[in-house]
């Protein structure tokens, strides 16, 4: 740490921010990701043996996904090199490379930490794949993102991806008292006061610290009540119950009452949500998923008016954009519902991982070169708008996988029309052998 400073021109004895002064030094004193670093979890074994397998840590900001690769290297003997892909280019990216190779050939083990590694381009990803097999490197990369469609397969298929948790309420109140214990008094909080503390940092450590210290500053002596410190904080505090409910419950409450198809109460659990200081655009997010979730094709109306209300938000903002959602919290609610998309895209998804990598039929593939014509490439494709009734009934699986049915339609809404097609072309492709 003191060569960091250093390089900063700064001592270690210069002033340096609270969530800097408790940044763990072991893993176990790393909060709320024991599911991974605990002695039964998968990093904490890998730590534990010495040996550190490339791997991409996915989870939300201030989770401590650069503290534990840091943690990782020290407990592995390894050298911790790291690179932003925000700030660094292939210059960088080269330079690293090679000085992670010299230090190989002088027996000292490399971890290259890369923060936001989703920011890399395809072509960057691709350059980090030599080294990794060779061994120059032990690849860590921070996400924020799905890596399933930020980063490569080549890449990820070298890599073990850990999923890492947004912080809890516990988590988080443990990381009060540590601040706490460093500063040698405690914060200027009641107890409500402290649970929404809480809940404004929204399961990141990084910032309930930065916002102790925003208290610790102020030597309040009095404590502070919600309103209080949403005053100091600037920040409106959420509005909770006699149950002090936090906003994950909300949502769900939320989410649970369109899918109940109960207007009055969603409505209610909307309007609780937004006096409480709720971010409109969060529960914009949810209406979006819940939009596809529940109500899928019976009503396909329901995806585009609910991300026009997300538009709409955008374009008016408080208070008038929250009308938009009032209205799309009705629609859905309102709707005929059916999860058969839900349902059939996670079993798509299951037979997609259970088959890996079989090629699409022949008569389908593409053939643009005289090559791929030889080898029977597009063959006996059957042109849909060619057939009788525009539906040929040809098979599109994999030769060495059986059909298999997926999607079955509810008798609901738009579905129920959907689902009278199917039926129809189910026969036509049993009459034809398709």
């Not at 060495?400 to 959907?418: H, L, N, S, W």
Request: charged share 25%; net charge negative; hydrophobic share 40%.
């Amino acid at each position: 740490m003191s060569d960091l400073f250093s390089a900063a021109g700064l001592t270690p004895e210069a002033p340096r921010p609270l969530a800097e002064r408790l940044r763990p030094t072991t893993l176990g004193e790393v909060v709320g990701q024991e599911h991974l670093l605990g002695p039964e979890g998968p990093i904490g074994r890998m730590a534990a043996a010495h040996r550190l397998s490339s791997m991409i840590l996915w989870g939300p900001p201030g989770v401590g996904k650069t503290t534990i690769a840091r943690l990782l290297a020290d407990a592995g003997g390894y050298q911790f090199q790291q690179l932003s892909a925000v700030f660094s280019g292939v210059a960088d990216l080269k330079k690293a490379f090679e000085t992670a190779r010299a230090r190989r050939a002088a027996g000292q083990a490399t971890l290259l930490f890369v923060d936001e590694i989703h920011r890399f381009n395809r072509a960057q990803q691709d350059g980090f794949l030599p080294f990794v097999e060779a061994g120059d490197v032990t690849l860590v990369g921070a996400t924020t993102e799905n890596p399933s469609f930020e980063l490569n397969g080549a890449l990820l298929s070298r890599c073990q991806v850990y999923v890492l948790k947004r912080l809890d309420e516990a988590a988080l109140e443990s990381l009060l008292r540590r601040a706490e214990a460093d500063e040698g008094r405690v914060l200027p909080l009641t107890s409500p006061a402290r649970e929404a503390l809480i809940a404004m940092a929204d399961g990141d450590g990084r910032y309930v610290l930065t916002l102790a210290e925003t208290l610790f500053a102020i030597h309040q002596e009095e404590p502070l009540d919600p309103q209080g410190l949403a005053g100091v904080l600037q920040r409106r505090a959420p509005a909770y119950d006699k149950d002090r409910e936090e906003h994950y419950n909300l949502i769900s409450a939320l989410h649970k009452s369109i899918r109940g198809s109960d207007p009055d109460a969603a409505l209610y659990w909307l309007a609780r949500m937004l006096q409480g200081g709720e971010e409109p655009l969060f529960i914009a997010r949810r209406l979006v998923r819940a939009a596809s979730e529940d109500i899928g094709t019976a009503d396909p109306t329901a995806l585009l008016v609910a991300t026009a209300a997300k538009d709409a938000y955008d374009f008016l903002g408080s208070p008038e954009g929250e009308l938009a959602l009032a209205q799309v919290v009705v629609h859905l609610a309102t709707a005929p519902k059916s999860n058969a998309v839900y349902k059939a895209f996670g079993a798509a998804r299951r037979a997609a991982k259970e088959t890996g990598s079989l090629m699409p039929p022949a008569h389908i593939r593409n053939a643009p070169t005289q090559l791929m014509k030889q080898l029977g490439y597009g063959e006996g494709y059957a042109y849909d708008h060619d057939a009788e009734g525009g539906f040929s009934g040809q098979t599109y699986f994999p030769d060495d996988m059986p059909r298999q049915r997926f999607y079955a339609p509810k008798d609901v809404g738009t579905e129920g029309r959907i689902k009278e097609r199917l039926e129809r072309w189910a026969q036509i492709r049993r009459e034809r052998g398709g």
